[in-house]
């Protein structure tokens, strides 16, 4: 595909988004083009996010965290995501480098932006995967963690804070990347997955 140039990728952006994530440039430029098509304008709106959101989880309601993903990777906070935005946040959801992802996911629990996370915030994010996860799914989580109160007690005694204490961008990454379960903890685990692990736990 000698000219795989899509219309309006300018090659400064194609070049920033092939050294920034795994997409090649064939990739970038047919995402770009599907991108066009459902968003002519060249921008997703919040409502637009939420229905492809909507779409991957036919038996839950993944709005709230939905609308939380989107606040995370609109940077400038103009509402919509642009190409690169929407790029970067398909790219780290799916396999960005750990690093990227905890900085990412400090970005999702920091609800209020002021670069620190509260347990209130941790509870609301908790929550939001939890109506991801259907009734029946829920039933099989264990039982210290088996509703967002008891998952919010459980990630906050883990950095040993007091009720009203914060977390930092540092410590929040320093221990979640000494803590497999609490990695598994802070994130939307695809039900059939939880599924799995126990499986093999019964074996």
């Not at 400038?76 to 929407?86: A, P, V």
């Not at 959801?93 to 905890?102: A, I, N, P, R, V």
């Not at 039982?143 to 009203?164: S, V």
Request: aromatic share 10%; with cysteine.
């Amino acid at each position: 595909m000698g000219n795989s140039k899509s219309r309006g990728l300018s090659r400064d952006l194609l070049d920033d988004l092939k050294r920034n994530t795994k997409y090649s440039e064939e990739e970038l430029c047919a995402w770009h083009n599907t991108f066009l098509k459902e968003c002519p304008s060249g921008r997703i709106s919040k409502e637009q996010f939420e229905s492809i959101y909507a779409s991957f989880f036919p038996d839950a309601d993944p709005k709230a965290y939905a609308q939380h993903v989107f606040r995370s990777f609109d940077s400038n906070s103009d509402g919509t995501l642009d190409f690169k935005e929407y790029i970067v946040a398909l790219h780290l959801t799916s396999s960005g480098k750990t690093m990227q992802k905890l900085e990412w996911a400090f970005a999702l629990y920091d609800v209020d932006r002021n670069g620190t996370i509260s347990k209130n915030e941790i509870q609301e994010i908790v929550k939001s995967i939890f109506n991801m996860i259907s009734k029946e799914d829920q039933k099989y989580l264990p039982d210290d963690e088996n509703t967002p109160e008891k998952r919010t007690e459980k990630i906050w005694d883990f950095f040993g804070k007091k009720e009203n204490d914060k977390i930092t961008e540092g410590e929040f990454i320093q221990g979640v990347m000494g803590n497999k379960d609490i990695l598994r903890l802070i994130q939307f685990d695809k039900p059939q997955k939880v599924q799995e692990r126990l499986k093999e736990k019964k074996q």
